[in-house]
């Protein structure tokens, strides 16, 4: 049971961190451009990064500093991302780094699904592990061709 939360957990922190990291990511690109960049940037923040923060704020089994926490390290991730700072690695900035996260995080997310569902037997919870190993199947095949 332990491990049920502690995959649940961690899930919810990759793909949160994984948002922010989008999001600053979409920043930096539109920075000094006009129009469809800065357009996606503010559309992925209403549609995904905004209702991901308020998700995450309103976890009642987390601890309120737990929560805080894990919503700095967002904006922290955020800035980093947005303004590329030379002591980040390289690596950080390539595509098969998101590839090989994104893997990672749709595997957390997929033993949480998977196990939830042979626990309780719950069809929502497996839906989004298939949904989450197909994602990550697809990255990590992505993430080995190139």
Do not use: E, N
Not at 27 to 42: P, V
Not at 45 to 62: K, Q
Not at 135 to 143: D, P
């Amino acid at each position: 049971m332990q491990l049920l939360y502690i995959t649940q957990a961690l899930g919810i922190a990759t793909i949160y961190m994984g948002f922010s990291f989008a999001l600053g990511y979409l920043l930096h690109s539109s920075q000094g451009s006009k129009g469809t960049a800065r357009w996606i940037a503010f559309v992925f923040t209403i549609l995904v990064f905004l209702p991901a923060t308020a998700m995450l704020i309103g976890l009642d089994g987390w601890a309120i500093p737990a929560r805080l926490i894990l919503c700095g390290a967002g904006c922290l991730t955020i800035g980093i991302a947005a303004t590329r700072p030379g002591w980040i690695p390289t690596l950080v900035w390539q595509r098969s780094f998101h590839r090989t996260y994104l893997a990672l995080a749709m595997a957390l997310v997929t033993a949480w699904g998977l196990s939830t569902w042979v626990i309780y037997a719950s069809s929502a919870a497996m839906l989004i592990g298939l949904a989450a190993l197909t994602a990550g199947s697809s990255s990590a095949k992505s993430m080995l061709s190139t």
